[in-house]
């Protein structure tokens, strides 16, 4: 019984071996005769050598690298075009010579040219001021119906309230399901511009609001200009 303990004493464990073919990457260099001779299971059940089992996972990790690699090249493609579309609308944007004109260039363009079912800028001042292309209206007013959204100042992505989603998109806002925000602010608070979708998981809140970003930016340089004329 003593010499069958010390036996096993001896023996190396499963660990053990793991632990030094991990150690001693070249091992089946020099022992190319055991690769043959070493069987593992499969999916389809069947019995395969070690290099079948290799040629098996390298070309998974492959068929896996290139899905993750077009995935790359598609989404580099989408935010190229969205980057020339937000380029010719930042220019509109500049290029507008009052403050309706700027209103009326930001909504009919993210509507027309991004993936987006409605549109809104609406601009703090007195409401006396508004008109068909300007939408104009007190902070206090704005701040009964999107406090939460002004008081958190920076742009949000997701699923708004019914108060806020009236508030921001008028009479679209039964049909809005998600929806980008970003308040607007230059020293002061300016107003607010939004974009919704009529699908709920479109705007989400893990988006990243990167070009709305740069947008609301340019309007946040040319807002006060355009006001005071």
Do not use: W
């Amino acid at each position: 019984m003593d010499s069958v303990k010390d036996k096993n004493k001896d023996t190396p464990s499963e660990d053990d071996v793991a632990r030094y073919l991990r150690n001693h990457p070249g091992f089946f260099l020099k022992h190319e005769d055991l690769l043959a001779d070493i069987t593992l299971s499969h999916d389809s059940g069947k019995a395969v050598s070690l290099l079948e089992r290799q040629v098996s996972i390298l070309r998974d990790r492959n068929m896996e690298m290139r899905t993750r690699l077009n995935g790359l090249l598609e989404n580099a493609q989408h935010n190229d075009v969205l980057f020339e579309k937000t380029k010719a609308l930042i220019l509109s944007l500049m290029e507008a010579r009052r403050a309706d004109e700027l209103a009326d260039t930001f909504c009919r363009t993210l509507t027309e040219n991004f993936d987006v079912d409605a549109a809104s800028l609406i601009v703090f001042g007195n409401p006396g001021v508004s008109n068909t292309r300007l939408r104009v209206t007190s902070a206090d007013e704005a701040g009964k119906h999107i406090g939460s959204i002004l008081k958190n100042n920076k742009a949000i992505c997701g699923v708004l309230r019914e108060t806020e989603n009236h508030f921001l998109f008028a009479e679209q806002a039964a049909s809005i399901g998600s929806a980008a925000v970003v308040p607007l602010h230059n020293n002061r608070p300016l107003g607010i511009i939004a974009v919704g979708s009529n699908d709920p998981q479109h705007f989400q809140s893990s988006m990243g609001t990167l070009f709305l970003g740069y947008i609301a930016e340019v309007i946040n340089r040319c807002l006060p200009r355009l006001l005071k004329q």
